[in-house]
């Protein structure tokens, strides 16, 4: 770990020592002395210094609190960028100011749930689902309670969403633990012991807070608003349920873990599929990822599938049975379905076929790959492929190709055309509205529904409802439609024929072909990777290449030339939020960020929300970089916050102490 440099709250303490020794015997040219650097710490101190005097009380969660503090000096939207704080009452000695505020102290001697002022943990929720705004808090928020009973101190920070463009989220939350760290001694709470916590986009985002612990790349960004300097915006834990990251290679991974569930494509739109599925395979590769034993995990050309074999096939599939063997251990029989529970599946039968671009008319297609990386149409012509070696170079290094300026291609709304035929946005839902998550926290649960991402609907894969007295029953009606899954009622375990198959039965595809960047910039993450205006650009430099040539390629190509207001490439805001541009050894980005010590995933392992290999990859990056990771999938559970058993926060809760013993 990197050396943490004075809290701006221990700094303000000694600068007030000095100021005193300086009018008992100093010199007004002796205090003039103090270092520039000091200087300006100092006057950080100023602002970023919490007010002890203003505190409110909560008789409901018995906490004492403050809200609406600015937690930057230069705010790019004032309205979400402020944060609140929530302390367990015990934590202080109060004084009662007449006015209904409190002057407060830290009382050291107190405890609330095994924990004094000084090791409580500090737990900060990221309630962003589809990357979306997180609204300030205006005073008491009851989602604190269960944490602060728990002696946690709660900080509930507002945010940017992706209106604001990326790293806008991510830039405010670091600014605001920046804040509360600089108060170290001031407040309660233990400033090694930062966790985040959040679902969805939310999970991603904490994701990105873990493992991007005080990178340079962001540092521009914290200046830009005034964010305190001089201190740690690292976290010691990250909490992620069902996290929607690793976008830079999302949509490959969507097409080869589910790709094969999708019906009635179009050859051409098979042909995209195909070979965004085979880059995936080849950036897999790449990332030299290891199991437990050490054995390299790669995908390999399988006769069925594309690369559908391998170390690493063989690795993910036994997670899925693992998933399922949890099930079978947890569950008692005779079993009930519950609607959205563990086990109860609904219709996930989300081919993505109004994702079709492309005619069937043997013109400007490209049906599959040909053996040399190119893609040949029926035609005869080709349009450009991998070049060998898995990377896409583009201008400047920046991945993608064509010309500079303009978007090209079709406006913003409109659908591009390859002779003549339009994607349909059928069950694609809309952009606008919804674009703040509730800055009480409240977790209805229902995460697609509040995110406005894009999802298709259709007929396909199984549906479990009633009853099952035994487990033999439950499989039997996993096997409804062909039997892909095998008992052994002795053990008390299952193995799947294939992870195609179990996709198919449970996993299908919620989202059109470009699942993340889609084709017409509609998604959510076109609109995180755009220009802060609200509107959605292109940033995935595999689908750039494999597009260059058709409708879709200027609009591609333009777009990933395009940079920030402050002159950052889309490619680099990209691995700004790609937690394994820091885990993995081959990237860049390795050892240069401080990565959090404690991680908790879970996922809804039959999600059509985003690949399997997302969230296992993000464990298994962090696990080959040592750090202390607990992960599951679980069996019947889409995208919610899964787990096998129990309430997700109590769990939570219960893992952060076991973290912190």
């Avoid at 940017?160 to 709470?189: C, F, H, M, Q, W």
């Amino acid at each position: 770990m990197r050396m943490r440099t004075l809290s701006v709250g221990a700094l303000a303490c000694a600068l007030a020592a000095g100021s005193l020794a300086g009018c008992q015997g100093g010199t007004f040219e002796e205090a003039a002395e103090v270092p520039a650097a000091e200087q300006k710490d100092a006057a950080t101190s100023l602002w970023s210094a919490v007010d002890m005097t203003a505190w409110n009380y909560s008789e409901e969660g018995d906490v004492y609190w403050q809200a609406g503090i600015s937690y930057c000096q230069n705010p790019a939207d004032a309205s979400y960028e402020t944060l609140g704080l929530y302390v367990p009452a015990a934590y202080f000695k109060a004084t009662d100011n007449g006015n209904g505020t409190y002057t407060c102290e830290i009382d050291p001697a107190a405890t609330v749930g095994g924990y004094t002022a000084s090791t409580a943990s500090v737990v900060l929720p990221v309630e962003t689902p589809g990357y979306m705004a997180m609204d300030a808090p205006a005073g008491y928020v009851s989602s604190a309670k269960q944490y602060t009973d728990a002696g946690f101190v709660y900080v509930y920070a507002g945010c940017r969403g992706r209106d604001a463009g990326a790293p806008a989220g991510v830039t405010d939350l670091k600014a605001a633990i920046r804040y509360v760290r600089s108060n170290e001694g001031v407040l309660p709470g233990a400033m090694d012991r930062i966790f985040s916590f959040g679902m969805s986009g939310g999970g991603a985002q904490s994701a990105v807070l873990g493992a991007s612990g005080d990178s340079a790349l962001y540092e521009p960004y914290l200046q830009a608003i005034g964010a305190v300097e001089g201190v740690s915006d690292a976290v010691n834990g990250a909490m992620c349920w069902c996290p929607v990251t690793s976008l830079d290679t999302a949509s490959e991974a969507y097409e080869w873990n589910m790709g094969s569930t999708r019906t009635d494509l179009s050859a051409e739109n098979q042909a995209l599929s195909d070979a965004m599925a085979e880059q995936f395979a080849l950036s897999l590769n790449a990332l030299g990822l290891t199991d437990e034993d050490g054995n390299v995990l790669t995908l390999v050309e399988s006769d069925e599938g594309v690369y559908q074999s391998g170390t690493y096939y063989d690795y993910l599939k036994k997670v899925i049975e693992g998933s399922l063997d949890n099930f079978l251990a947890d569950t008692t029989f005779p079993y009930t379905v519950q609607s959205g529970g563990k086990g109860g599946f609904g219709t996930f039968d989300d081919s993505g076929a109004g994702g079709d671009f492309g005619g069937s008319d043997g013109e400007g297609g490209f049906p599959g790959p040909d053996g040399d990386g190119d893609f040949a149409g029926p035609d005869g012509g080709t349009f450009p492929g991998p070049d060998g070696d898995g990377d896409f170079a583009g201008p400047d290094g920046q991945g993608g190709k064509g010309g500079n300026g303009g978007r090209g291609g079709a406006q913003k709304g409109d659908l591009p055309e390859i002779d003549g035929e339009k994607p349909t946005r059928d069950g694609m839902g809309g952009m606008g509205g919804g674009t703040t998550a509730d800055a009480q926290g409240a977790d209805d649960g229902d995460y697609a529904a509040r995110d406005n991402i894009a999802r298709t609907e259709n007929a396909g894969g199984i549906t479990l409802s009633g009853t099952y007295d035994t487990p033999q029953a439950y499989i039997d009606a996993l096997n409804a439609d062909g039997t892909w899954v095998t008992y052994d009622a002795e053990t008390n375990t299952a193995t799947i024929t294939s992870i195609a198959d179990f996709a198919n039965a449970l996993k299908c595809a919620s989202k059109s072909i470009g699942a993340f960047d889609a084709l017409d910039e509609s998604q959510g993450e076109n609109v995180l990777f755009g220009d802060g205006d609200g509107e959605g650009d292109h940033f995935d430099a595999t689908m750039a290449e494999l597009l260059h040539g058709t409708e879709y390629g200027d609009a591609y190509a333009s777009d990933l030339v395009r940079t920030d207001a402050l002159g950052t490439s889309v490619q680099t805001r990209l691995a700004m939020y790609s937690p394994l541009y820091y885990l993995v050894p081959s990237s860049e980005g390795y050892d240069t960020s401080e990565v959090a010590k404690f991680w908790r995933i879970r996922s809804g392992i039959n999600q059509g929300d985003t690949a399997l290999a997302t969230e296992v990859n993000l464990a298994l990056a962090l696990e080959n970089d040592g750090a202390d990771v607990d992960f599951e999938t679980v069996w019947g559970q889409a995208h919610v916050k899964a787990e096998r058993t129990g309430s997700a926060d109590e769990n939570f809760i219960a893992w952060v102490q076991e973290c912190c013993q």
